[in-house]
């Protein structure tokens, strides 16, 4: 998957890809790229709403981590789709915002 909207806040594109992985109720990801050095998230679904926590070193070394609440859905082109809400831990300003996933 790739973020193909993202908040004013956030860090993640295009051009960060995320390989998810998923046992039974687990789903974890590792991602990367744009600017993101390295990234990694763990949660537990539950129905169609993901809630998880992502931690991730950016390109510029800054480390950052937060907590994310995302609902799943399938696109009309059969592409699973994920808007998800999120909270910096790391950052007092400017702290929550929206990013949009789709299957690549």
Not at 35 to 54: C, D, E, H, P, Q
Not at 63 to 82: A, F, M, P, Q
């Amino acid at each position: 998957m790739n973020v193909i909207q993202t908040a004013e806040n956030g860090v993640v594109n295009r051009e960060t890809v995320f390989h998810f992985t998923q046992e039974d109720d687990i789903v974890q990801a590792n991602y990367a790229g744009g600017k993101i050095a390295k990234g990694f998230l763990v949660g537990k679904l539950m129905g169609n709403i993901l809630n998880f926590s992502y931690c991730q070193l950016q390109i510029d070394g800054r480390l950052d981590n937060g907590s994310s609440k995302g609902k799943l859905s399938v696109t009309n082109e059969g592409k699973i789709r994920l808007i998800e809400n999120f909270e910096w831990q790391s950052r007092s300003e400017d702290s929550k915002g929206m990013n949009v996933f789709e299957e690549i």
